[in-house]
DNA sequence: CTAAATGCAAACGGTTTGCAATGCT
DNA sequence: AGCATTGCAAACCGTTTGCATTTAG
């Protein structure tokens, strides 16, 4: 654990969500857990830690944390949200082998956009799929 | 209706698939109505002509057009599926207002991907929200 | 004490599945 | 006849909802 309570309450307060006990957890966890997980892999971790924990808990409160911007959804195929504490842009990749979801940097300084001169861009998600590294070289 | 029966029918046999009624249909929908529908837009439109039809069947055509490459996903944020049948690559804008999807071209010439050196890239998906043109004229 | 946060169970909705009915050669 | 295609109904599963209970200031 290395986002302590304090710094968690912190965090939120900044974002004008008033901290408890499971939203300092779910913080700390995505802090901690880079992995973009689903609500089920958050659900599963934090349930040891705090045993009356719920679903709809987590539901609610990543919910919040998206209309607060602290989380950004993660555009995967799959049916299950994943969730980015890393609100920055970046782009992800999926590893179709392994399943793990890797964070990279867009270095085109602008995407020529064509057709899009008069539209107002909110949101701009890059998604890749292919196999990673370590499934490539354990084969 | 713009792509005939017989185009159809080539246009399958050229992606090994073998030609069915609803198949024909389902293709020359896609064809000609190039707004990244989804199963229930589809069917609903459908329907009328093939009153057996079924959702189960344009699930079926849709899943053995993408195994064979007719049909690629847009990776939208919505819960239901949207299909294109141009599946070169591209991005897709979907307007917060209206709800539909456009696309565009990307011309970065290359996009950098830091981080990614050694991974096999198999699929790039463009995805980006905002308020259209058009919406945001009528305001 | 009061309002917010949490949890339970049921409902929801898009998709999938098993299998029977139908169609095609 | 024999195999692929289609359709129906139920199951599935991630998510949402309504409401009762608990928690915190």
Chains 1, 2 share one sequence.
Not at 10 to 23: D, G
Not at 61 to 74: D, R
Not at 89 to 106: L, Q
């Amino acid at each position: 654990m290395n986002y302590d309570v304090d710094w968690a309450k912190e965090h939120l307060n900044e974002h004008s969500i008033k901290p408890s006990t499971i939203r300092i957890k779910i913080l700390q966890y995505l802090m901690d857990n880079r992995i973009h997980p689903t609500v089920e892999e958050i659900y599963k971790k934090l349930v040891y830690e705090i045993p009356t924990l719920s679903k709809t808990s987590v539901y609610n409160t990543l919910e919040l944390f998206l209309e607060n911007g602290i989380v950004q959804l993660v555009n995967t195929n799959e049916k299950e949200s994943r969730y980015d504490i890393d609100t920055s842009f970046h782009g992800h990749f999926k590893c179709e082998k392994c399943g793990k979801v890797y964070d990279f940097n867009i270095t085109a300084e602008e995407l020529g956009e064509d057709n899009l001169k008069d539209f107002c861009i909110k949101d701009r998600k890059i998604y890749y799929e292919g196999i990673c590294k370590y499934c490539l070289e354990n084969r």
